[in-house]
Structure formats: C-alpha cells, structure tokens
C-alpha cells in the first residue's frame, strides 16, 4: 500500500528503503521528511512532456526554499522563479544558475532589482508602470541593461480558492491588456530595458484545463497584436498552478496539460518558461507529529500533537484538507477526532472530524504537505522552527536543523 510518498511494508511505515521508524529516533518530531526520488521524478516527468520543445521550467521558490531541494533541482537544470532578493540569494547559495530567474511579485524594492540586474537575471516579470520605470532607473545606474516581460492579468477564472487566485481583474497581480500594450509602448523606447517575453500567473491548485487554455489564447493573441506593431516577444511565461490530489480533487496529469499547451502553442518559436511549484514538490514532503493528549468533550474529541498552526499554515489559511494517518499501532476504538496542536488559537487545527484509531504518544503523518508547508511556518508562541530531512533511497539526511531557544532571541537584545 502506498500514501503519498509513505510506502507500508510488513506492518512498517517506509519512505524509499528507510523505515519511518528509524527517521524518528535519530531526529524526533515535528518534521518535515522529503522523498528525494519523488522530486525528481516529478521534475523529469514534466519535462520531459516538452521534450524536443524550447522551454525552461522556473520551480517556484516560495513552494519550498530549502537550499537542498533548490540544488537538487539545479543540478537537473531547472530555473526558478523568485518573488523576492531573499530567494535570488538562496538560489545562488543553493549554485542555481541567476540566468534562469525570472522575477516576479508586485512590490518589488530598489535593493532587491539591483541584486537581480548585477546577477543578470533571465527576466523582471513586471506588474506595473512605476515599477518598469524602476527596473531602468536601477539598470542605468548600473550601466546595465535589464530583461523585462509583462505580466498580464487576463481576468480568467481559475476556480481555486480566492487566497490563491491571481489571475482576476480584482487581483493585485499584473496588468490588463490594454495598460500591457501601452508599458511595451513605454519600454521600447527606455534605453536600459530589453524586452523579452510576456507572462501570465492565474493561481494556484488550479484542477481543471480550460482556466490554463483561456489565458494563454488570450496572451497569444496579445503576442501578435504586439508584432503588429513591431514589438516582438521571444518567450511565452505561462506561470504555473497545476494542482494535486489532496483529496477529493482531480487535477489534470502532466501529459494532458502538455498536450493542451503544445496544441495552442504549436505554430509558433516563442520559448516556453513555466513556474510549477505544489505540482513538483507537493505530494514529495510529510509533516510527522507525535500525540501528545487525547481529550474527549461533550461536543468533540480532540488529538492534541506536538505540531501546530505555525509549522503548517495551509488548514488555518485555506481551510485546506490534508490527509492523517497514525503511523503506530492503536487498539482504541475509532473515533471522530479534530487534530489540534499547542498554538494559543481556536484556529490552531491540522484536521477536523477525521476518523481514527489513536492513542496517546502515537505518531501521525500529515501528507502531501511538501509544497507551502514549511515555507509558510514561523515562530508563533515562541516555537522553534522544525527540522526538515531528505531520504535518499536507504540513507536520509538533516537538510534543516531544528531550531533551539538560542535561535529564536538571536536577533533580540535587551534595553542598557
């Protein structure tokens, strides 16, 4: 039987060749465990629906920033797509190639483009006027000259949850195609800018086709109306969304997603950059926590674990499902539990009415959670941060200390 990356094999809990069991004695919990050999397949899968194509796959940074997953994925030739300076230096701290960056985000700040233009950065995915005309007033301070690509705000739909949609005329992100044409006008004739290509980003989770195929016919059609006027386009950014199956959800496979991009796309020699994040990463990673109580009330019973709303953000934020298993043995009977942790919140839940076999100090796997799970986490109530370990068929590896006490006032000093 296999969940998400966890494998049961006579009555043990596996991910790859390394017993669950033995991840728990060297390193405790919470943590967040990786399949390494789930990222890759997942990265080589997709690319290699594009083979024989002109594309470069961008891996969203903000999904998972941990410099390990960065390298792995650069050593296999992907790109990345940043939304801050912060990313960039991870990027280059994790030997990623800056060239293969494309910038994106709406507030974009003067160190930050600076940093990215002294890189030589693939592309600025720019949102907005003022920020074009701060892209070149930072290259001509440089004495350098920036890429650009627009991003367009097509006003599709992606029929995801409204935190996640970026796409729509109501969204902060990019710009209508009328402004897009009238900032291609304006970079033309600045003297620092090259422009390159176009972009678009509607969302995220997105489980359905027709959302990814409206956007890029309307960024195609955008792309010719701007040859019209001799302003040409060498790349098409069709950003990224796919998403996976946490539950109930039936997200497009990578090969009918290819086939809906190669069929608008066939006729043309634009080179295609994708941002794919959750549909790489996502189902690679589980959170792993112990129970700490069991509390049962006239009105719900409660499994009370040592992780919380701080190191995973997504069923607070989003009221997102993730799947719960316990991995230990139990002979109680099953109930209807909510999973909650520590966190002074009513908010603090993982799961909510989930039918389990559970007992105190069991530990239970939360899956799918390796896209957005320890990259929202933070230091709420005054929690560490959790480590993060990758397995590598029978071996497995600390990616990311736990943090101590000492790491969290750090930073802090005390008044003289």
Do not use: W
């Amino acid at each position: 039987m296999t969940l998400s990356i966890l494998k049961l094999k006579e009555k043990k809990f596996y991910i790859e060749n390394v017993p669950i069991e033995n991840i728990i004695k060297k390193f405790s919990t919470p943590s967040y465990i990786y399949s390494k050999e789930n990222i890759l397949n997942n990265y080589l899968n997709f690319k290699n629906q594009f083979d024989g194509i002109d594309h470069l796959i961008c891996f969203s940074v903000k999904s998972n920033p941990n410099i390990a997953i960065l390298n792995l994925l650069a050593n296999n030739g992907s790109g990345f797509d940043i939304v801050s300076g912060g990313e960039l230096q991870r990027i280059i701290a994790a030997k990623g190639d800056p060239q293969k960056v494309v910038f994106s985000g709406v507030g974009k700040s003067k160190d930050d483009i600076e940093l990215a233009i002294k890189h030589d950065i693939l592309t600025f995915n720019v949102e907005s006027e003022s920020e074009l005309y701060r892209i070149q007033n930072a290259a001509k301070k440089l004495n350098k000259k920036a890429n650009i690509s627009i991003r367009v705000n097509p006003n599709v739909d992606p029929k995801t949850h409204p935190y996640i949609s970026t796409g729509l005329k109501k969204n902060k992100f990019g710009v209508d195609e009328k402004n897009a044409i009238l900032m291609y006008k304006i970079a033309k004739k600045l003297d620092s800018i090259n422009i390159k290509g176009i972009d678009c980003h509607i969302g995220s989770q997105i489980t359905e086709l027709k959302p990814f195929e409206d956007s890029i016919k309307k960024l195609m059609e955008l792309v010719n109306h701007l040859k019209s006027i001799d302003i040409f386009i060498k790349h098409i950014d069709i950003g990224g969304g796919i998403g996976i199956k946490y539950s109930k959800e039936e997200p497009p496979t990578f090969s009918d997603y290819a086939k809906t991009v190669k069929n608008i796309l066939k006729d043309t020699d634009l080179k295609i950059i994708f941002e794919p994040g959750r549909a790489l990463i996502g189902k690679a990673g589980v959170l792993l926590t112990e129970v700490e109580f069991i509390k049962n009330g006239p009105e719900k019973n409660f499994v009370i674990v040592n992780a919380a709303m701080n190191d995973l953000m997504r069923p607070t934020l989003y009221d997102a499902f993730h799947k719960i298993i316990n991995l230990s043995e139990s002979k109680s009977q099953k109930k209807k539990y909510d999973i909650v942790g520590p966190i002074c919140e009513t908010g603090d839940f993982l799961g909510k009415d989930r039918l389990l076999s559970v007992e105190e100090n069991n530990i239970l796997a939360i899956l799918d959670v390796g896209a957005y799970g320890m990259s929202m986490s933070s230091n709420y109530n005054s929690r560490p941060k959790v480590s993060e370990i990758m397995v590598d068929d029978d071996k497995f590896y600390m990616i990311r200390n736990r943090e101590t006490f000492a790491d969290l006032i750090n930073k802090e000093q005390l008044l003289p």
